[in-house]
């Protein structure tokens, strides 16, 4: 198959969507398909890329660490067109998403869109606290589902977010893979070594973007307390991002930065290192359609303890790869069911660590390619291609005329819901 993805984030970019688009594409591409990949540019990205388009950007929109590209060029439309793709992947439904669909009614190919992202919670980039803003970034979302000829879910609490919310669009559960061979084959006592965290400490680790949406306040807090009572236990953050100062000042304020380890991004086996120096992995975010870094984590051998939540929910096994507390759980049970993986004997321990592998081998980077393969061959099957005797330069204005009232009927709907809520509050996709 020829494959042709838009994504508005993607390599050197740190972070679950790019880094999910760039797994994927490496895949499908071991699998013999071909893959282009059409992506905004960011700093210090290759020179040379095979398989890659890079568009000009806006970088670090809003304050945030995401840019938003610019409008696509002739140039790009005629190498969309000489790619001749037998499907579209869109994994955003803004920006490029809408270009996506464009580009779908110039070549009369099917589009296929991931939910990757909650794009309600994360309007403080843009307004604080804002709930029209959500509202409209939900039923933007919601209403892109609709214009795509299937949608896939990383995990089934996200498909279920999406079916409750009226999407009418089928609905696949495909969730994103891990590489086995890199995450299962960390080296902890490398990992702890290179960052100065000392051999037989208890070491609660976490990994991610260091965001406001991640619910970091809570974790950190969380944190202090395990620290204060746990004499021999540190901690290892992995990532960047606007919340680490915060992070950190609070952590220093409480007397405890000299068993904090901030070790700022890292890629490949240094990540692979330091999953593998882990003996629990804490994680309290509620804005995750799967949690990839959970996977990661598991995929290491180490259990995790996070709240219950949408994606979070479809790995992580209660008192089985770890422990999944309750959303309203307060620091001080999080901090507690620390301390008791601390405590608790080798025996114990191991069983986690072989449940965590158990769960993340139902997510190998080949089993989930092979998924969405699958899915794409029954998109391109089951849709009706306009004949080729009528594929001519009228037929493809007027498909195009078509998607561009989509997209415009689209922004009004959701502009109307944003505005205008039903009783609960919540986007009205019933028109």
Known sequence: MKILMFTNTYTPHVGGVARSVSELTAGLRRAGDEVLVIAPEFDNMPENEAGVVRIPAVQNFAGSDFSVPLPLSRNLASTIENFA??????????????????????????????????????????????????????????????????VIAPS???????????????????????????????????????????????????????????????????????????????????????SRQTMDQTLTRAGLADRVHFAGVLKGPALADAYAAMDVFAFSSFSETQGLVLVEAMTAGCP??????????????????????????????????????????????????????????????????????????????????????????????????????DILGNFAHAAADAILPDEDGEADRDG
Not at 101 to 113: N, Q
Not at 117 to 134: I, N, P, W
Request: glycine residues 8%.
């Open 85 to 150: 793709p037998d499907i579209i992947h869109s994994h955003h439904p803004f920006l490029l998403g809408d270009t996506a669909l464009r580009a779908a009614s110039t070549v009369d190919v099917p589009v296929v869109f991931t939910h990757h992202t909650r794009y309600e919670l994360y309007g403080h980039y843009v307004a604080q606290d804002s709930e029209m803003l959500k509202r409209l970034a939900l039923s933007l979302s919601l209403g892109y589902c609709d214009l795509c000829d299937g």
């Open 156 to 242: 089934q609490s996200i498909a279920d977010f999406l079916t409750d919310h009226d999407v009418r669009t089928p609905v696949a559960v495909v969730p994103t893979g891990v590489d086995g061979n890199c995450f299962g084959f960390g080296v902890g006592a490398r990992g702890r070594a290179a960052l100065s965290i000392p051999e037989d400490v208890f070491l609660v680790g976490h990994v991610g973007r260091l965001a406001p949406e991640k619910n970091l306040g809570f974790l950190v807090s969380a944190l202090v307390l395990l620290l204060e009572q746990n004499l021999h236990a540190h901690v290892l953050v992995v990532g960047g991002g606007a």
């Open 304 to 405: 995790v303890v996070a709240l219950d939540a949408p994606g979070v929910r479809d790995v992580v096994v209660d008192k089985g790869n770890g422990r999944l507390l309750p959303a309203d759980t307060d620091a001080a049970r999080f901090a507690a069911s620390l301390g008791a993986i601390a405590d608790a004997s080798d025996e114990s321990r191991q069983v986690m660590r072989q449940a965590a592998h158990k769960t993340a081998a139902g997510y190998a980077i080949d089993k989930t390619v092979a998924r969405t393969r699958a899915y794409y061959q029954r998109i391109i099957a089951e849709r009706r291609r306009w004949p080729d005797e009528t594929n001519g330069l009228w037929m493809r204005t007027r498909r195009s005329i078509a998607r561009e009232m």
